[in-house]
């Protein structure tokens, strides 16, 4: 079996996620190529065959251009997975290429079961294992899933695509540059998160307060931040940040795969929940079972002393 990784690149440089879809073969266990469209800097160090489509020619995104390079290396390859990031270059990009070659699609895989994948469903509360009924399987993997662990090493073979190209009917206008974040969760060596469980606007307060208590920033998981408590910027997860801070607190936060993506590499964690089976008891260090309502303002109160 064999799998074809479509790799991403920005602005002179190959995407480190390019690394998580190498980390997805090795985990389902067969061989893999790898298509590039960059430059020859950005190839990932891999044992594998690459074929690089010209930077200098494609770079900027194109859904058709990109399309048939990929279908190129497909041609070449006749690989049984084609993987892609569950990026928006993969959201964009993967359909295109298995409608193209009447392939079924699994999206955001989030981990393997016997070589059948994973997938969440029901908001992230549940998941249900899933096998293509098709020959060959498109698949976009989740971020954060199938983290690479360890240096980088292999010797790639490149080799050169030029995809016939005919005139495209859309044209690349520019890049325009996201809003500036009023904090740098990134940087944080202490997160405070409120989740749902913290129920209204009004309480998130008290979980900012003992967030500056620990001298640390406010994070929030997607319903406090959908429901505009706390803005996108402060939002923890795979459509937020991923963190990875010595101390992250989760204050009425479950666990869903999508937030555990962005913080499950966070050093220490402590959650407080109402609900002793909460699954965030499985990625956390201490899970205080408590309304976080009277826990956190007690707590900082202390702290304070
Ligand atoms: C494509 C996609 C992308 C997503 N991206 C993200 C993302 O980036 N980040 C993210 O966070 N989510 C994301 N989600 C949503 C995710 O699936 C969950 O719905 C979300 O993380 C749940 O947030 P929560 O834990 O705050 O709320 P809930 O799941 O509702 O959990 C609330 C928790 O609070 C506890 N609780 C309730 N009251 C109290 C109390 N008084 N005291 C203590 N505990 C209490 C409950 O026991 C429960 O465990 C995404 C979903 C999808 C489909």
Redesign the pocket.
């Known amino acids: 079996m064999k799998a074809l990784l479509v790799c991403e690149y920005r602005e002179g440089k190959l995407l480190e996620g390019s690394y998580e879809l190498i980390s997805f073969a090795d985990r389902l266990g067969v061989e893999k190529a790898i298509v590039l469209v960059g430059s020859e800097n950005a190839v990932p160090k891999a044992d594998a065959r690459v074929y690089l489509a010209n930077a200098a020619a494609w770079a900027e995104y194109n859904p058709e251009i990109h399309r048939k390079i990929v279908l190129e290396a497909v041609q070449r390859e006749s690989p049984d997975y084609i993987v892609f990031l569950h990026s928006s270059y993969g959201w964009d990009l993967a359909p295109r290429v298995a409608a193209a070659l009447k392939a079924a699609q699994i999206s955001e895989v989030a981990s393997l079961q016997d070589g059948k994948f994973e997938v969440s469903c029901c908001?992230?509360?549940m998941r249900r294992t899933v096998t293509s009924a098709t020959e060959r399987t498109v698949v976009t993997i989740q971020a954060g899933a199938f983290s690479f662990s360890g240096e980088p090493r292999g010797v790639p073979r490149v080799e050169m695509i030029a995809p016939p190209v005919a005139a495209s009917a859309v044209e690349f206008i520019g890049y325009e540059a996201a809003e500036k974040k009023d904090v740098d969760l990134a940087k944080a060596a202490v997160i405070v998160s409120a989740?749902?469980?913290v129920?209204k606007k009004e309480n998130v307060a008290a979980i900012d307060a003992l967030a500056k208590a620990l001298q640390g920033e406010l994070g929030a998981?997607?319903?406090?931040v959908d429901a505009g408590w706390v803005p996108h910027s402060h939002?923890?997860?795979?459509?937020?940040q991923t963190v990875s801070p010595k101390l992250y607190v989760a204050c009425?936060?479950?666990?869903?795969?999508?937030?555990l993506a962005?913080m499950k590499k966070s050093e220490f964690i402590v959650a407080?929940?109402?609900?002793k089976d909460?699954p965030?008891g499985e990625v956390a260090d201490v899970l205080v079972v408590?309304?976080?309502?009277q826990f956190v303002p007690a707590l900082t109160a202390k702290l304070r002393k």
Request: proline letters at 3%; a positive charge.
């Open positions: 908001n992230g509360k989740g749902r469980g129920g998981s997607r319903p406090v939002q923890v997860g795979t459509t937020g009425g936060i479950s666990g869903a795969i999508q937030h962005g407080i929940n109402k609900d909460a965030i408590a309304d976080v309502n």
